[in-house]
């Protein structure tokens, strides 16, 4: 692997530690470096840190808190 391409995942640690999970990223990002924008969008996949993936789960959470709030009214009446 190229030093450079080495020096940024070592100051990005989520895509340092997606590439350890992932070790095809190895020989893709050592045959053509240009694809780490590839990689970095797959990573956001894989955390789940893209915009449908954060909407879903803030509905989840919404969906929680008032099944819990309905829940609390229901056992104090």
Known sequence: MQPGLYE???SRPDLLQFVRLNPQW????????NKIPVM???????????VPQRI????NQIQMISMLLQMAGTMKD
């Open 26 to 33: 190895y020989r893709e990002l050592t045959r053509d470096p």
């Open 40 to 50: 970095e969008q797959e990573a956001k996949v894989f955390y789940g840190k893209t």
């Open 56 to 59: 879903e789960k803030v509905s």
């Open 8 to 10: 940024f995942l070592q």
